[in-house]
């Protein structure tokens, strides 16, 4: 009977400590998902602030470039380069049908020289448009004439 009742005080002790050691382990549980969720959140606003500095920094490079007279749109550029060059570079390309229709598979990727040879567009008048967007003392208007502007889709 002794033996039976040390084995039932055992018994309670044991289901005590695990209880204690379940209640526990689910409150580290939810401290590390607390901790979890805070740190995926610290990743976002980190992604969020690389982007924004990335952003600014290439900003600033084409500034400066600008300010240097370095600065040229080139028939061998990127769409998504010369996207980035000017902010009305998309409403040059659009005044060329180029990238602003969902027949067109113009691509960030193409250069302007291949999106010109692929839709027949004249790339010098297109090249001038863009470049008059960058040159000093211009108001930036990069509008070819009517006349220039034919492009076949």
């Not at 610290?42 to 007279?69: F, I, V, Y």
């Not at 749109?73 to 990238?99: C, D, K, N, S």
């Not at 027949?120 to 008048?125: E, H, L, R, W």
Request: net charge neutral.
């Amino acid at each position: 009977m002794a033996a039976q009742i040390v084995g039932l005080v055992v018994a309670v002790i044991a289901l005590v400590v695990a209880y204690l050691a379940v209640r526990r382990a689910g409150a580290l549980d939810h401290r590390l998902s607390r901790i979890s969720d805070n740190l995926l959140t610290l990743r976002s606003e980190l992604n969020e602030s690389r982007e924004t500095l990335n952003a600014q920094l290439a900003d600033l490079r084409w500034a400066q470039r600008r300010q240097a007279g370095e600065l040229k749109f080139e028939p061998t550029m990127t769409i998504a380069e010369a996207l980035q060059m000017h902010p009305r570079v998309a409403e040059v390309l659009a005044t060329y049908r180029l990238g602003g229709c969902s027949q067109c598979a113009v691509s960030d990727v193409d250069t302007i020289e291949g999106a010109c040879q692929t839709y027949g567009i004249d790339q010098g008048a297109l090249m001038r448009a863009l470049n008059g967007l960058i040159q000093p003392g211009n108001a930036g208007s990069g509008r070819p004439g009517a006349a220039s502007a034919k492009a076949s889709m």
